[in-house]
């Protein structure tokens, strides 16, 4: 899909879901072979308390790591790339942290993508102000990355959200370079760049030549990309048209108003797995 078009959305209810629908995800792949991009929190694991607290299983472990061995796989996570690496550590995969902005392939290279720069001292003023407005708000938790700050909600209670709003309105509005982006009890403030996750996936494409050989471009190629959060819909977004997209959306959010531009859909971490299981080269 181009920049300049309007990703299609939908009900999370009236996506198909891919097990339950195996034919219609089998028909959408036609036949072509994937290049796989997976989220990692609230995908490969589920939603916890605390960030540190999401440990990839023995199972996605092993279900990953497989899956590298048969299809260009990546993870794209909007943690600190060493981070995220740590956590999955599997040497085969190419690895992209804070959301775009961090890019290493197999073998340890470090890529440098277009946006490249240094960030640090817009970051770190704005991170020292976070810290000294939430610092007194039980339950908040400021994560500096090396691309961005996460101001995390999750553990911060309902009469003291209207406080913990208006010190981010605050650092966001005295900063003009910095940006917002909104996750699951968490809002992410970034350098105010034409940069996010889907922009990375289809730069990534292009710059590891995964649907080109010799510069001659495969047309037998899908990129796949896997995620359940609000971030996650700017790669779902960008695959509308040339690859397909599986959000992982669980039936609390049916009902819900909540739209997404997935292709299909799963329940959870362990669907998602066995989804993963089934695609082949």
Excluded: C
């Excluded at 036949?31 to 990839?56: C, K, N, S």
């Amino acid at each position: 899909m181009s920049d300049s078009e309007t990703p299609i959305l939908r009900l999370v209810e009236e996506v198909p879901h891919a097990l339950n629908h195996s034919d219609a995800f089998e028909a959408a792949l036609a036949g072509r072979r994937p290049a796989v991009f997976l989220d990692y929190d609230g995908t490969l694991t589920p939603i916890v308390q605390r960030p540190e607290l999401a440990i990839l299983s023995d199972r996605g472990r092993q279900v990953v790591s497989e899956l590298a061995t048969r299809l260009p796989t990546a993870v794209v996570s909007g943690r600190d790339r060493p981070d995220v690496e740590r956590l999955v550590a599997l040497d085969e995969l190419t690895y992209v942290g804070s959301h775009g902005f961090d890019i290493v392939v197999p073998g340890g290279r470090q890529v440098d993508n277009p946006i490249a720069g240094d960030f640090t001292p817009l970051l770190d003023e704005v991170e020292a102000k976070l810290v000294e407005g939430l610092g007194p708000i039980p339950g908040a938790q400021v994560e500096r990355k090396k691309f961005s700050i996460a101001a995390h909600y999750r553990n911060v209670a309902d009469a003291d959200y209207a406080r913990f709003r208006e010190v981010l309105d605050g650092v966001v509005n005295d900063h003009d370079g910095i940006k917002e982006k909104t996750g699951k009890k968490v809002f992410e403030l970034q350098p105010k760049l034409d940069w996010d996750k889907g922009k990375a996936v289809l730069w990534l494409l292009e710059a590891l030549e995964i649907n080109h050989n010799d510069g001659v471009p495969i047309d037998d190629i899908v990129p796949m990309f896997f995620g359940d959060d609000v971030t996650d819909e700017d790669a779902f977004g960008a695959l509308q048209g040339q690859g397909l997209s599986v959000i992982v959306s669980d039936r609390e959010d049916e009902g819900t108003g909540r739209r997404t531009a997935a292709s299909f859909r799963v329940y959870d971490t362990e669907e998602l797995l066995t989804l993963l299981e089934r695609l082949k080269p």
